[in-house]
């Protein structure tokens, strides 16, 4: 089994979300975060007065897959999520060594 981490840009959720309905993902768990890379930030103008923004907003995709899911995962995020732009952002691939759904007890596999 794999866990899998996506950064992406906010505007591009529905649309990885959309894609990996079609292969068959049933589950996710999404956050709203902030952070910076080689996008850096930007200015922003506030009541006159301008500020550096150096913390963009971005979604964090977590989500666990079996193993023969992986490449169809990987490709569907990365062609989904790309605009071609500084900060499209990244995939992290993770072992997952243990799954358990609490309520039925399922493990493994299964579980997801």
């Given at each position: 089994?794999?866990?899998?981490?996506?950064?992406?840009?906010?505007?591009?959720?529905?649309?990885?979300?959309?894609?990996?309905?079609?292969?068959?993902?049933?589950?996710?768990?999404?956050?709203?975060?902030?952070?910076?890379?080689?996008?850096?930030?930007?200015?922003?103008?506030?009541?006159?007065?301008e500020y550096e923004v150096n913390f963009l907003p971005k979604v964090k995709i977590e989500l666990a897959i079996s193993d023969d899911q992986l490449e169809p995962v990987l490709e569907a995020?990365?062609?989904?999520?790309?605009?071609?732009?500084?900060?499209?952002?990244?995939?992290?691939?993770?072992?997952?060594?243990?799954?358990?759904?609490?309520?039925?007890?399922?493990?493994?596999?299964?579980?997801?």
């Amino acid at each position: 089994m794999k866990y899998i981490i996506a950064i992406i840009k906010p505007f591009k959720l529905e649309d990885v979300r959309e894609s990996l309905s079609e292969l068959g993902i049933q589950g996710m768990t999404i956050c709203e975060v902030k952070g910076y890379g080689r996008q850096k930030g930007h200015a922003e103008l506030y009541r006159g007065a301008e500020y550096e923004v150096n913390f963009l907003p971005k979604v964090k995709i977590e989500l666990a897959i079996s193993d023969d899911q992986l490449e169809p995962v990987l490709e569907a995020i990365t062609n989904t999520a790309e605009t071609g732009k500084v900060g499209d952002g990244k995939l992290f691939v993770f072992e997952l060594l243990q799954a358990v759904r609490i309520r039925t007890g399922e493990s493994g596999e299964d579980a997801l």
